[in-house]
């Protein structure tokens, strides 16, 4: 397809490719992670399968792209023509449309958490978790105030696609990326020159290895996928844009630094908050939307910093959801012939009113909170990271192993590449240790859902 949109530039690849990455997932959900499994010892288990699993995984997911040139279902279709490889994107467009429904309705919450702190509303919290979570729990199960916010994130995400790869998505992970890096660094730096907040490394680099179990082995396993947005097309999509010079192999280095390095300051700027204050380093998911807001009014210019922290949050989740919307998006211009305007205010329309329901089952509208005794938030949450995303992911390692063949794989690797040798042997062995470890992971899920008792954990 000779009239296919391109990035302007390898940088505005890598910064795309990385604020997809980069996200809640960084910020909201890798800290209380850490916080309640061990600290430097699940970040020292995420590390290594961030590396192990995560980045052959990036990798085999921008070659597939930017050979075809083609987003997910018709990239599977063209190097596997007639057969049924196609469904491992198709499972990748179903995956965007389950996690960009709660998704923006997180990135609405964000919005609504910016303006709060902007305009004082976390003083009363100050020291005060209770008042707070209070206020948290009657935020979101409010049938009306969370959607508002919801419509507001998803028009904006839907608004930066309509402009296109180059000028929407790239251009906005130009100013968004740059952003992020330097909130988190001053907010990283005002947390550490607090008393105590030097704690905050400790707890995250000096690892101790009796408080880790099983089962935070395959959370951080999970959350590699989840966090680096892996296992659903998406880093295909992206791919699907690139020219034939670049170097597929560095791009995915600098993508997996980036996710890794914003998430651990991330880390370090909430802990060292936490620890100087003397709060709770295992509060689990209410550690941002619950302590931070009784944290923020104890120190000098609490206001502005709530503000900037809650502003870097959606500024995350915002280049993450266009990047899952793009995927559909994508799949609707490939393979239906869609224009982009219509394919993207269709389906941010659509994922939007799916997510209404979603934001409804936080308490708004008990009904929904039916299927298998969670809320339908919750479902859609599981569905996809726990299953979805490392099917999709293990799928793709076999595709190549098993379908599409290592070799023919590292033709198109190392084209743009100036160090041409790669072994052949080593590109196996690593897709193999992926597609196992996770193979490994889903079955450890569904024995425990089934009898009740995991291999593992
Ligand atoms: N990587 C994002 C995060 O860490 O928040 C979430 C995500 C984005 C998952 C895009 C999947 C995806 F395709």
Redesign the pocket.
Known sequence: MNNREQWGSRIGFILAASG??????????YPHMAGENGGAAFTVIYLICILIVGLPIVIAEFVIGRKTQLSPVGAFKALAPNTNWKFVGVLGVC??FV?LSF?GVVGGWTLRYTMLSLFGGFVKFSGNPELAGGQFKSFISNPINPVFWQIIFMTLTTMVIVKGVKGGIEKWAKIMMPAILVILGVLMFRGLTLPNGTKALEFLFLPKFEDLTASSIVLALGHA???????????ITYGSYLSRDQNLLTSALWVILL?TVIAIMAGVAIFATVFALGANPDSGPGLIFVALPTIFPQIAGGTLWGALFFFLLFM??LT??I??LE?ITAYFIDEKDWSREKATVTFGSFVTIVGIFCSMSMGGFNDFNTIFNISFFDFLDYL??KYM?PIGGMLTALFILMKWGVDDFIRELVTGMENKNIDPFVVKVLFIISALVVGFIISNEIIAIITGNPIVG
């Open positions: 997809s990455a980069v996200g809640l997932g960084n910020i909201w959900k995956a965007a996690i998704y996928f989840f966090t680096l947005s892996l296992g659903m097309g998406t880093m996710d995350a989740a993450s959801a990047s899952i995927v996809s990271s995303l």
